[in-house]
C-alpha cells in the first residue's frame, strides 16, 4: 500500500520558518516527481513547488525566494523549507508525486497524495 504521510505543520508567527517533511512508502519514488500543493479556507487547493525526477525544482511566484523543495531519494522523503512566513500562507500542505509528463504544476497530473498538514502563521 502506498503512503504519503505530511509532517512539520504548526503555529509559527509571521516572519518564522517550518520545514515540512513527506515520508513515502510502499513503493520507491525515483523516477517521479513530487511535490507540494496547499489548500486555504474556502479556497482551491494550489501549487507550491515541485522538484522531478532528475531534480529540477519548480516555485509558484508566492513561494520563490522564501520556499525551498528538495528530495532524499535514498530516503524516499521530500522537504518543503519555509522560511519568512506570511498569514497569507496559513493553509493546509498536501504532499503529493505522480508522473507529470511535463505538466508538473498541474494537480491532476499527481497520482498519490498525502493527508495533508496544517501550517498557520499568525500576524
Known amino acids: 500500500q502506498v503512503q504519503l504521510v505530511e509532517s512539520g505543520g504548526g503555529l509559527v508567527q509571521a516572519g518564522g520558518a517550518l520545514r515540512l517533511s513527506c515520508a513515502a512508502s510502499g513503493r520507491t519514488f525515483t523516477s517521479y516527481d513530487m511535490a507540494w500543493f496547499r489548500q486555504a479556507p474556502g479556497k482551491e487547493r494550489e501549487f507550491v513547488a515541485a522538484?522531478?525526477?532528475?531534480?529540477?525544482?519548480y516555485y509558484a511566484d508566492s513561494a520563490k525566494g522564501r520556499f525551498t523543495i528538495s528530495r532524499d531519494k535514498v530516503k524516499n522523503t521530500q522537504y518543503l523549507q519555509m522560511n519568512s512566513l506570511k498569514p497569507d500562507d496559513t493553509a493546509v500542505y498536501y504532499c503529493?508525486?505522480?508522473?507529470?509528463?511535463?505538466?508538473?504544476?498541474?494537480?491532476?497530473?499527481?497520482?498519490?497524495w498525502g493527508q495533508g498538514t496544517q501550517v498557520t502563521v499568525s500576524s
Open positions: 503529493a508525486a505522480g508522473r507529470t509528463i511535463g505538466f508538473i504544476t498541474r494537480m491532476n497530473n499527481y497520482e498519490y
Open positions: 522538484v522531478n525526477w532528475s531534480d529540477r525544482t
